[in-house]
């Protein structure tokens, strides 16, 4: 018999889990255990690391047979854990624009198709993972482009930022996708290819452009006898 010491409170919810590979689950209040593999300790789960439940009682937790993990409770709380990235994801923020009032998640049930439910004091809610197959940028008509706007260079940074030209324009999409519906330089004759080299911009007209001080350096002046010159 091992001794799990816990706070002298009645508000304490205290679940036992197995999940799909064997693993049992522990939770206190706001906390997730998992015991050893030896049998001997419980251990703070690695969820715990990356989020932080703000005393919102835990009152069921699922293991999906890839050991993910759903927890659900208190006040709209609903995370997932994606064991194979070690990162975890709260839904809370969601559940509170379908569902108006504090409700707590009472239990999980993972059907055979793979789909989560969940009981709640406000009624049932299926768990459905949509993503989304394409994100769109300047789709819709601007008049920075005098219409659509009609792509042609790509080029990429170190960081993972995007830049896109078309025309007589350059836009960045940074790496974590957002972008600003803003040139980066408007051009009397926009590039069709792109090229970042060494911080810069590399266009086809043998310009540089520098993107994150917006400054444009033309080296190239014209051909002589098949000859760049400056």
């Known amino acids: ?29 706001d906390k997730i255990f998992t015991l050893s593999g030896d049998g001997s300790a ?32 208190s006040n709209l709380s609903l995370y997932f854990y994606d064991a194979s990235l070690g990162r ?12 108006q009032n504090d409700a707590t998640l009472l239990s999980f049930f993972l ?7 969940a009981t709640t004091q406000l009624g049932l809610l299926k768990v459905v993972r949509k993503t989304a197959l394409f994100d769109t940028y300047f789709i819709e008509k601007s008049p920075m482009c005098g219409g659509f706007c009609s792509f042609r260079g790509f080029a990429e940074d170190g ?9 007589n324009n350059v836009f960045k999409i940074s790496a ?3 972008s600003v519906a803003r040139s980066l330089m408007p051009l009397d004759n926009g590039p069709f290819d ?15 452009f520098d993107p994150k001080n917006r ?16």
């Open 176 to 178: 974590d996708g957002s």
């Open 42 to 73: 419980f251990l703070l789960h690695p969820m715990m690391q990356l989020v932080k439940l703000e005393k919102n009682s835990i009152y069921c937790i699922l293991e999906t047979p890839e050991g993910n993990l759903w927890v659900g409770g």
């Open 159 to 167: 960081q993972g930022n995007v830049f896109a030209s078309f025309y």
């Open 111 to 117: 059907d055979v198709s793979g789909t989560l439910w």
């Open 88 to 99: 975890a994801t709260s839904y809370k923020s969601d559940l509170s624009t379908i569902i």
């Open 194 to 208: 792109l090229l970042f080299h060494d911080g810069q911009l590399v266009l086809n007209n043998g310009s540089f």
């Open 1 to 29: 018999m091992r001794e799990i010491p816990i706070n002298n409170s009645v508000q304490d919810i205290v679940r036992l889990a197995s999940g799909a590979h064997g693993t049992v689950y522990l939770t206190i209040a």
């Open 215 to 230: 400054q444009l350096r033309k080296t190239v002046q014209h051909l002589e006898g098949g000859i760049i010159k400056e």
